[in-house]
């Protein structure tokens, strides 16, 4: 849900996550209750293009997040849990306070080695890895995610929506198995969302109508992590007044490959995907197409002192599987081919100074805007092949 733009009312509740301390936190947590949060502030800057705010050739400060959750064992079998979430990302997200997620869990089946059970509600989505817990900064791998595959300008979409999802886990000696499986209406009615799906911000209605998820996990004793991910949404569009565009049709499908392997000081990830995108009926100014995308990255971590971890990863994004340099979409439309595909390169350092504050420091090396948000670079022509970007982050949690 999403509140009223840069309000004062989200100016008071970040304030108030900002000015939260470890001992109040210690206060609310119980054996059958808990409050957490964070709050993190980043500096951006780069080269030729924008990214969350104004950082071509300057500093933009308009990467900032907080967020408060609690959870609540009512009853043996069922715990609550939410979180209230306040973020702002430069042009692309600019709605402030939000819940990002409410939802109950009924373990409606358990023993020893097994449980099932039914999470409803306003739901997290199971989507690869990282995305469960991609608002916190100390769960993520960098700064950013990979964008290939965690792409923010669709993360309105990705991240958590009303539904339902049937879940289990079992431990064996072959190691433990979990399972997602559930039906939501995700939001597909965000500025970043229609720029990736109709290439534009358009005066109609893009809006969800359902999408099936699925997700199947293996923990192997070795400590080796495989995991499926599926997902099939659908959305509708309604002109709006002065349209180019006619009612038509979205549907995004997608099965994600993931692996990780740990060792004592190393962690190795590598997440593969072929999204299908497919629009149909909106018209001669938006004709109908097919793509398969093509997406992954290959990231290591090295934690070499206690406190301090490198991360080296590579990423790619192909628009169109069958076009990736975008020299066919170039011929056709004349637009640059460039927006076709990203390719990136990134380096990132993090220091967890005390148990509670993080220190981080990234930098990319770009070539192609496939990912690139559009509401920051909103001059199609004016955006840049090849651009570099480094980012700086402080986070606290407590």
């Given at each position: 849900m999403t509140a009223s733009r840069r309000s004062g009312w989200n100016s008071l509740l970040l304030s108030g996550l900002l000015a939260a301390s470890p001992a109040w936190a210690d206060e609310l947590a119980g054996p059958r209750y808990q409050i957490q949060g964070f709050a993190a502030q980043g500096l951006i800057g780069s080269t030729h293009n924008n990214f969350f705010g104004d950082s071509r050739d300057g500093v933009s400060t308009r990467f900032t997040e907080a967020g408060l959750h609690g959870s609540w064992q009512a009853l043996d079998a069922v715990r609550l849990s939410g979180q209230i979430l306040y973020r702002q990302a430069g042009e692309s997200d600019q709605d402030g306070l939000r819940a990002d997620y409410a939802q109950?869990?009924?373990?409606?089946?358990?023993?020893?080695?097994?449980?099932?059970?039914?999470?409803?509600?306003?739901?997290?989505?199971?989507?690869?890895?990282?995305?469960?817990?991609?608002?916190?900064?100390?769960?993520?791998?960098?700064?950013?995610?990979?964008?290939?595959?965690?792409?923010?300008?669709?993360?309105?979409?990705?991240?958590?929506?009303?539904?339902?999802?049937?879940?289990?886990?079992?431990?064996?000696?072959?190691?433990?198995?979990?399972?997602?499986?559930?039906?939501?209406?995700?939001?597909?009615?965000?500025?970043?969302v229609e720029?990736?799906?109709?290439?534009?911000?358009?005066?109609?209605?893009?809006?969800?109508?359902?999408?099936?998820?699925?997700?199947?996990?293996?923990?192997?004793?070795?400590?080796?992590?495989?995991?499926?991910?599926?997902?099939?949404?659908?959305?509708?569009?309604?002109?709006?007044?002065?349209?180019?565009?006619?009612?038509?049709?979205?549907?995004?499908?997608n099965l994600l490959l993931t692996a990780q392997q740990r060792f004592d000081t190393v962690t190795l990830t590598a997440e593969y995907g072929e999204p299908r995108f497919d629009n149909t009926g909106f018209g001669p100014y938006f004709p109908s197409s097919h793509r398969t995308i093509q997406a992954g990255y290959l990231q290591g971590e090295w934690r070499f002192l206690p406190a301090w971890e490198l991360m080296l990863r590579h990423d790619f994004f192909y628009r169109d599987k069958r076009d990736k340099n975008g020299h066919l979409f170039a011929l056709t439309t004349g637009l640059p081919a460039h927006s076709m595909f990203a390719r990136d390169t990134t380096l990132g350092l993090r220091w967890d100074t005390t148990p509670n504050l993080m220190l981080r420091a990234e930098f990319h090396h770009v070539d192609g805007t496939g990912w690139l948000p559009g509401p920051d670079n909103p001059v199609f022509i004016d955006r840049e092949q090849r651009w570099n970007m480094w980012l700086l982050q402080a986070a606290y949690r407590f």
């Open positions: 109950a869990d009924w373990q409606f089946y358990q023993t020893e080695a097994s449980q099932l059970g039914l999470k409803f509600g306003k739901v997290k989505l199971p989507y690869g890895l990282y995305n469960e817990t991609r608002d916190v900064p100390f769960t993520r791998s960098g700064i950013l995610l990979p964008q290939s595959v965690y792409v923010d300008n669709s993360r309105d979409l990705l991240l958590a929506a009303p539904g339902a999802f049937l879940h289990g886990a079992s431990v064996q000696p072959y190691g433990a198995f979990d399972f997602l499986l559930g039906w939501v209406r995700p939001d597909f009615d965000s500025p970043s720029y990736s799906f109709l290439g534009n911000i358009r005066p109609g209605t893009l809006k969800g109508q359902g999408a099936l998820g699925a997700r199947l996990r293996w923990d192997l004793p070795t400590d080796t992590t495989l995991m499926l991910t599926h997902a099939d949404a659908r959305a509708d569009y309604s002109p709006g007044i002065g349209d180019t565009l006619t009612a038509g049709k979205v549907r995004f499908r």
